[in-house]
């Protein structure tokens, strides 16, 4: 049996406050939350890391071309909201 998202407790706190529509800042960019993917089969293929468990799909709003990318880094106190995402959302996986 696969495990699920909801049988890992540290999921969320792995992935913080970001949500669909969230925006946060680190030293690597500012970033809109486009999707949430909490299937790990879809994340495995999204991050290509058999690992995976969830993963964010951003865009960077500092750049002009702000091509959407998957990430997989977990929230730490690097990382700062500027903009809470939807508190309701349907998950993309």
Do not use: C
């Amino acid at each position: 049996m696969i495990p699920t998202i909801a049988t890992r407790p540290r999921t969320d706190e792995e992935i913080g406050p970001r949500q669909p529509g969230a925006i946060y800042q680190n030293v690597d960019g500012r970033f809109e939350v486009l999707a949430l993917v909490t299937n790990p089969h879809e994340a495995a293929k999204l991050l290509r890391r058999d690992s995976a468990r969830w993963a964010v799909i951003v865009r960077d709003t500092l750049r002009p071309e702000g091509i959407p990318f998957a990430v997989g880094s977990v929230w730490t106190t690097s990382d700062y909201l500027i903009r809470p995402g939807r508190t309701a959302y349907a998950p993309a996986a």
